[in-house]
């Protein structure tokens, strides 16, 4: 059926970096569009990042570009979210997603995505 766990979120300040990886299990890892979402309290999930299938096409919201990066590892069934600069309104329980559609553009809306881990916070203090 397939599986996604989640990694590397936690506390750290403002300005500082963190590094979330996903593995996925059980699925055809190299066929899915993949991607990550956040979820603050009281806030609607929102789309964060997604990577194609072939790794050639990524998407970024705005308020996260120029500071995260989402790369993958096709090798290790891996996904991960590299993020610098973290501000407070990036806490946020961030979820690991996939789509196995293999769309011309990875999508951002979450209905999209069949796969969900069970996701990991991570919280920006001032």
């Known amino acids: 059926q397939g599986q996604l766990v989640e990694s590397g979120g936690g506390s750290v300040q403002a300005g500082d970096s963190l590094r979330l990886s996903c593995l996925a299990s059980g699925l055809f890892f190299s066929r899915y569009d993949m991607g990550w979402f956040r979820q603050a309290p009281g806030m609607e999930r929102e789309f964060v990042a997604a990577?194609?299938?072939?790794?050639?096409?990524?998407d970024y919201t705005d308020s996260v570009k120029g500071r995260f990066t989402i790369s993958r590892d096709n090798a290790k069934n891996t996904v991960a979210l590299q993020m610098n600069s973290l501000k407070p309104e990036d806490t946020a329980v961030y979820y690991c997603v996939a789509d196995s559609r293999q769309r011309a553009r990875p999508a951002r809306n979450s209905n999209d995505y069949s796969k969900w881990g069970q996701g990991t916070q991570v919280t920006v203090s001032s």
């Open positions: 990577i194609s299938w072939t790794g050639i096409t990524t």
